[in-house]
């Protein structure tokens, strides 16, 4: 058994990053500061799920809600350490306590717009948390490191795959920018302190549990309760969907990786090769819900990229990464488990 910090394990990907290194049989550490970017009640969901209790919850307040949480899965070989990546202190006085094996660092403030809202908050939790974090571990000697980055990077890309040998220097968003210099960053910690890095960039990520600000889930709940859809653009963009269950087995098997190894950095896409448009998202959607959307046509947003597609050649040669559920399947898994919780 090993112990393993996972940071934003109370968020979307983080949760079901704790949940699969439990059932691997290892103890998990997750900092997260439940963050106001959405309802912290979905990242309680999202904990307890993690930890792998399905007990209900009788909500109190945030305050109150958050205390019960931390007695309730600190019971097992989980602990919840509610505190923030900015905060050296915190970093410190838990490791300190705790002899870890590897950290998996997810917390970030996600999504594209709002950064182009507060972009100095942006920075001051993705870049200066990131470094914090990267801080903390040159003091307690943890050495290996798998650090959440993204597609965006990429830029507007043509509609072709992205390749990690690719110039990325022209991010069109504060948080793409941001997610640059944590790579950057993890480079000069890995030159300087030895420290072995995968930087994994996810190609949008959906499955139980998503981001309630991304598109499959808005779509989702607008489709399922009848309410008008907003479009933006012709239809024509395209992302490479990354259903979770895929996600979560590459990045444990970078983490296998970087244990593995000594002297690596490493830039990883986590995509599936493929990509679907905006009006095949909707279509398969809308045929998995047997439901029509109601569509509204909006400009283009400003920040978004038109297209992504990742080339997994590096994945597949480096630890064996092979995605294996296709859109269609896993906008099924998604809208059964969706149902399941909303009845
Ligand atoms: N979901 C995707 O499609 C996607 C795509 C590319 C990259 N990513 C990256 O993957 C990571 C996880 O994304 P997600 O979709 O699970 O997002 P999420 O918002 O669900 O999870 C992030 C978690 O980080 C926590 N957090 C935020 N600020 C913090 C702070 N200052 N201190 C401690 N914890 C903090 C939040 O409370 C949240 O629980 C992020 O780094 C994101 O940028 C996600």
């Known amino acids: 058994m090993k112990t393993y910090c996972v940071t934003g394990g109370a968020g979307f990907i983080g949760s079901h990053v704790c949940r699969r290194l439990l059932e691997e049989g290892h103890r998990v550490i997750n900092i997260d500061n439940f963050s106001e970017f959405y309802d912290y009640r979905l990242k309680v969901a999202n904990v307890l799920r993690g930890a792998g209790l399905s007990a209900g919850f009788d909500w ?25 990546i900015r905060d050296p202190h915190a970093l410190d006085a838990l490791f300190q306590s ?4 590897g950290i998996i660092h997810l917390a970030a403030l996600a999504g594209v717009r709002p950064s182009i809202e507060n972009p100095l908050l942006y920075e001051e939790v993705n870049v200066r948390g990131t470094m914090n974090l990267l801080e903390a571990m040159r003091r307690h000697g943890i050495r290996k490191w798998v650090c959440a980055s993204s597609s965006s990077v990429y830029g507007n890309h043509p509609d072709s795959p992205c390749s990690e040998s690719e110039a990325v220097d022209k991010p069109i968003s504060p948080y793409a920018a941001t997610k640059k210099a944590c790579e950057e960053m993890g480079f000069t910690y890995h030159h300087l302190y030895g420290i072995d890095v995968a930087m994994l960039r996810f190609f949008t990520v959906y499955g139980p549990g998503q981001r309630p600000d991304l598109a499959i889930n808005k779509f989702i709940r607008l489709i399922e309760s009848g309410d008008e859809v907003t479009l933006y653009g012709d239809g024509s963009t395209s992302r490479d969907y990354t259903y979770i269950d895929d996600t979560v087995n590459g990045i444990i098997r970078a983490l296998a990786y970087v244990e593995q190894h000594e002297q690596v950095y490493e830039i990883v896409n986590l995509g599936t090769g493929g990509t679907v448009s905006l009006h095949t998202m909707v279509k398969t959607i809308e045929e998995g819900l047997g439901k029509r959307a109601r569509l509204k046509a909006m400009p283009e947003q400003v920040g978004d990229v038109n297209h992504t597609m990742a080339n997994i050649a590096k994945a597949a040669e480096l630890f064996g990464y092979a995605p294996k559920i296709s859109f269609a399947d896993g906008i099924r898994k998604y809208i059964n488990w969706y149902r399941g919780v909303m009845q």
């Open 60 to 84: 109190k307040d945030r305050e109150q809600d958050l205390r019960r949480l931390e007695t309730m899965v600190n019971e097992r070989q989980y602990r919840l350490c509610i505190a923030d």
């Open 98 to 101: 705790e002899q870890v094996d």
